[in-house]
């Protein structure tokens, strides 16, 4: 019986003819410092402090926020100058609630536009950080713009307004600049939105000191302690890109957590609750804690991108990529004291293996419990869905550029428009390992390559799909209307055209 790719790719397999095609894709490289490599587990995990707002009214937060050049000290001995939000890396934690607005008045004393996107948010469209949305510098800027009827320029500072009409998530902002996404998230443009709510509120999980938010990523830093990035063009002014041999992804060899590389957090004998996030550009990491613990799995998952599970989910190992989120419990006390644990990556080795250590340093009261019920929410209706469209990403050598369904990104083409408060089956095909994030709309996966989905549970806004594989997504698509984009989250491919519009009408 012959075996058509079709099959393949239900059985998980990857078909021989699209092995042969995948094999002439760029891969993501790794990108050597010229600064000294520090030493594991010798710093504290640093926290993000939480932002006050300015002020507050019967309905809405108001935050101020400038995104501005700072010097930070990261490695030891040397300065690292970065791109943050009130000058820090990453940028402050905005803690909302459900229900509550929050507006985000952002002003840039960069040298560079910028655009802000609430990343996991239901959004109106004008708030949403759509690329050519641009923030022009304070002082303004001289060298050309995308040409994009659509856009809204706005010029030193422009408020973004989030009804945060949505379930309690880990939410997270980072720049959304087109063509030049990855360059500047790499120079540090990326901050926690935690959104809080009552039914999150009741439930007897860990909380305080022990409920701990903390981003992964890697970087490479030049022999004078700057962050090291093969951009064309260095000012990030002009010219777009990376060079050839980085289209397939740029990956640091410093493994960074909250800013800090390969820090160390001592705890307590008890529960903690961790939201963790893939702020990578090209990195996937696939999670584990080394020694295992005894008499069960190392995690306990309760919340995914879109906010709390139905019920608890166990994992040994957990894989993420770039941009997704997973809300977790570790029991420390399943370990003596005294004891080191280390948090690896299993998906590479030696230094870039690691990412953190937990130190158990004391014995604590225990108040926590984890629910078997978490959650109660509507799934929505797979027989309602009316339309199944298809999308395809691949890279085309002869345009040098990733695509999707063979067309890079282009403002002015509408790649699909659903109706308000319809349900629809996107299909999603891959040539390489594509993390792939849709912007207004959370999404649950029907099927993952005919493998187990045991990390797809819950509400997604992103998916990590592996060379030659395939998904069928559910997606309702309620809350407004307007003009939104779905693209790779490898940031890297983003800016090399992976990116297409969809609007709701």
Not at 256 to 277: D, H, M, Q, S, T
Not at 492 to 497: K, P, S
């Amino acid at each position: 019986m012959k075996l058509t790719r079709r099959d393949a790719l239900k059985l998980g397999l990857t078909f021989p003819l699209a092995s042969a095609c995948i094999s002439q894709r760029p891969e993501a490289r790794l990108l050597p410092s010229r600064a000294p490599i520090p030493k594991l587990f010798e710093v504290p995990l640093p926290r993000a402090a939480v932002l006050a707002p300015v002020r507050t009214d019967d309905t809405t937060d108001y935050y101020e926020v400038t995104v501005r050049p700072a010097a930070a000290k990261i490695l030891p001995g040397l300065t690292t100058q970065i791109w943050g939000y009130n000058g820090t890396f990453p940028g402050p934690t905005i803690e909302a609630r459900s229900g509550r607005r929050v507006s985000f008045k952002l002003r840039n004393e960069l040298p560079v536009p910028v655009a802000s996107h609430l990343h996991g948010g239901r959004t109106p469209p004008e708030s949403d950080g759509y690329p050519t949305d641009l923030i022009l510098p304070v002082g303004g800027f001289e060298h050309p713009l995308h040409h994009d009827p659509r856009a809204s320029i706005a010029h030193d500072a422009r408020e973004y307004l989030y009804p945060n009409q949505q379930r309690a998530a880990t939410l997270w902002y980072h720049d959304h600049r087109m063509d030049f996404t990855a360059p500047q998230v790499w120079r540090g443009l990326a901050g926690f939105y935690i959104l809080r709510d009552d039914e999150e509120a009741k439930l007897p999980l860990p909380r305080g000191d022990r409920e701990i938010a903390f981003v992964i990523c890697d970087r490479s830093f030049d022999a004078d302690g700057s962050f090291l990035y093969p951009s064309v063009d260095p000012t990030l002014r002009e010219k777009m890109g990376v060079p050839p041999e980085y289209s397939g992804g740029v990956q640091g060899d410093v493994i960074l957590v909250n800013g800090a590389p390969w820090p160390v957090l001592e705890v307590a004998n008890v529960k903690y609750r961790f939201r963790i996030l893939n702020g990578s550009n090209a990195r996937r990491f696939e999670l584990a804690l080394d020694p295992a613990p005894s008499g069960g799995h190392a995690f306990t998952q309760i919340g995914s991108d879109g906010g709390l599970l139905g019920a608890p989910v166990t994992h040994s190992t957990i894989r993420m990529s770039q941009a997704q989120r997973f809300d977790v419990i570790i029991d420390f006390a399943r370990y003596p004291a005294g004891s080191k644990i280390t948090l690896r990556n299993l998906l590479d080795s030696g230094p870039t293996g690691q990412i953190l250590q937990f130190h158990v340093t004391r014995s604590e009261r225990d108040d926590a419990a984890i629910p078997e019920r978490l959650s109660n929410y509507e799934a929505p209706d797979r027989s309602t869905a009316r339309i199944t469209r298809v999308f395809r990403f691949s890279y085309k050598r002869g345009m040098t550029s990733w695509t999707i369904n063979g067309k890079p990104f282009d403002p002015a083409r509408m790649d699909a428009r659903p109706a308000l408060g319809s349900t629809e089956i996107w299909r999603m095909e891959t040539d390489f390992n594509h993390p792939l994030h849709l912007h207004l709309v959370h999404f649950r996966v029907l099927g993952h390559s005919g493998r187990p989905t045991q990390w797809d549970a819950g509400w997604k806004d992103t998916i990590d799909l592996g060379p030659g594989a395939t998904a069928n997504l559910l997606i309702r698509f309620d809350g407004y209307r307007g003009r939104y984009v779905f693209h790779c989250h490898n940031l890297e491919h983003e800016d090399m055209g992976m990116m297409a519009n969809f609007e709701v009408v």
